[in-house]
């Protein structure tokens, strides 16, 4: 079973601060990595997306990718209480490109 | 405007009734997706197509069918052999960016709701 694995939160930090999510994911062949920010209640909205090893930044947002130890995550940057949203990490595999989704983590940005 | 739109936003349906979700893009994507969302769970994947006219079973299937006929159009009947089909119900599309990646967008949602 290829998994994406999140901890579902809520992660806390004061507004201003740095937001540091985290995800793993168990199939090696995984070739990209989105992130999405989905406020309760509405869809899902693509952040950013990586695909080389390294940092990727955009804004307030960095994505980083280690394939080596399977780790991905995304950095929030100077957070603010808009940012507060559930953020899910997904994994591209397979020929057809199939996403596997995790859970999301809930962020909650505190004033 | 471009977008990924789907109707109707809530949807309640009677045990024993099939029901059909629209889901309908003008972004020129080639492939699109459905998934069903669950509290306490990830997005789930239904039926994904990538061309018109076929289309394939993705993780939960069961009780559910979809047609392509259109580029633009991908509906997802939710029948009455679906046991459990109350969720939040999201339609996708992708289409190769210059990368290679493919991130999915999604649409609004319709939120379904059995009686």
């Known amino acids: 079973q290829k998994e994406v694995e999140q901890n579902s939160g809520p992660l806390s930090v004061p507004e201003g601060a740095i937001a540091s999510l985290n995800c793993t994911y168990s199939d090696r062949g995984s070739q990209s990595f989105f992130w999405y920010r989905q406020y309760s209640g509405k869809s899902p909205e693509l952040i950013m997306f990586i695909y080389s090893n390294g940092d990727k930044e955009d804004g307030r947002f960095t994505a980083q990718l280690n394939k080596a130890s399977q780790y991905v995550s995304l950095l929030i940057r100077d957070s603010q209480p808009s940012d507060s949203a559930t953020y899910l990490c997904?994994?591209?595999?397979?020929?057809?490109?199939?996403?596997?989704f995790g859970i999301g983590t809930k962020l909650q940005v505190i004033p | 405007d471009g977008g990924i739109t789907q109707s109707p936003k809530y949807l309640f349906r009677k045990e024993g009734q099939n029901v059909t979700l629209s889901c309908e893009q003008n972004?020129?994507?080639?492939?699109m997706y459905w998934y069903r969302q669950d509290p306490g769970q990830g997005l789930r994947l239904i039926y994904y197509?990538?061309?018109?006219?076929?289309?394939q079973k993705g993780d939960i299937a069961e009780g559910y069918s979809v047609s392509r006929e259109k580029k633009e159009s991908f509906p997802l009947t939710v029948t009455s052999a679906q046991k459990n089909p109350t969720a939040f119900y999201l339609c996708?599309?992708?289409?190769?960016?210059?990368?290679?990646?493919?991130?999915?967008?999604f649409g609004p949602g319709t939120r379904l709701t059995v009686l």
């Open positions: 972004l020129n994507h080639d492939a």
């Open positions: 996708a599309s992708s289409t190769p960016e210059r990368t290679g990646a493919r991130p999915q967008y």
């Open positions: 997904a994994g591209v595999s397979g020929g057809y490109q199939k996403v596997t």
């Open positions: 197509s990538q061309i018109v006219n076929d289309f």
